[in-house]
T-cell receptor, first 116, second 110 residues
């Protein structure tokens, strides 16, 4: 069973640019959640996708957007990058259900984004 | 807004000592989880506590969920250098999201 994978591992961008981060969910999982972890902080929830639809969003501006594909992999897009966007971006996959019960989330290793 | 406060944020102790990390909130969570995160990796789940007053043990680690389901603690007995890492508590909030504390960076010195 393949775990959650993320690409790229590291990325350096400049202010104002756009970035796309990718996540492949664990086999059998249909839900992907994205988190931002600033240096020295705990992860903060960005949004979650369940069966290709957004299923909850944290306190992040609209320039943070996402997609989930039919194979349940996911992308996180950030437009107009700011210095404060520098962080570790984590995705986590889980086996979601229509009833909404919480199921364990399995985290990928993250993408380290640096904005200069 | 649901928030979790962890204390202490940093802890450096000698091998063999005991320690306790606290996780507190003013909100009630349906369950609370503890994770450990190594550099360059994502958080790895250690335990989930669900019932108020629940105590779970994982070898030298003891986890407790407060009676009111607003707080939790992690106690490590006879700490070892291999216990070094970032420990995160997380509450299961609405919309299936996890609400994380800011983490406790633990260093065990040989």
């Amino acid at each position: 069973e393949t775990g959650v994978t993320q690409s790229p591992t590291h990325l350096i961008k400049t202010r104002g640019q756009q970035v796309t981060l990718r996540c492949s969910s664990q086999s059998g999982h249909n839900t992907v959640s994205w988190y931002q972890q600033a240096l020295g902080q705990g992860p903060q929830f960005i949004f979650q996708y369940y069966r290709e639809e957004e299923n909850g969003r944290g306190n992040f501006p609209p320039r943070f957007s996402g997609l989930q594909f039919p194979n349940y992999s996911s992308e996180l897009n950030v437009n107009a990058l700011e210095l404060d966007d520098s962080a570790l971006y984590l995705c986590a996959s889980s086996r979601g259900t229509s009833g909404g019960a919480y199921n364990e989330q399995f985290f990928g290793p993250g993408t380290r984004l640096t904005v200069l | 807004t649901q928030l979790l406060e962890q204390s202490p944020q940093f802890l450096s102790i000698q091998e063999g000592e005991n320690l306790t990390v606290y996780c507190n909130s003013s909100s009630v969570f349906s369950s609370l989880q503890w994770y450990r995160q190594e550099p360059g990796e994502g958080p790895v789940l250690l335990v989930t506590v669900v019932t108020g007053g629940e105590v779970k043990k994982l070898k030298r680690l003891t986890f407790q969920f407060g009676d009111a389901r607003k707080d939790s603690s992690l106690h490590i007995t006879a700490a070892q250098p291999g216990d070094t890492g970032l420990y995160l508590c997380a509450g299961v909030g609405g919309a299936q999201k996890l609400v994380f504390g800011q983490g406790t960076r633990l260093t065990i010195n040989p």
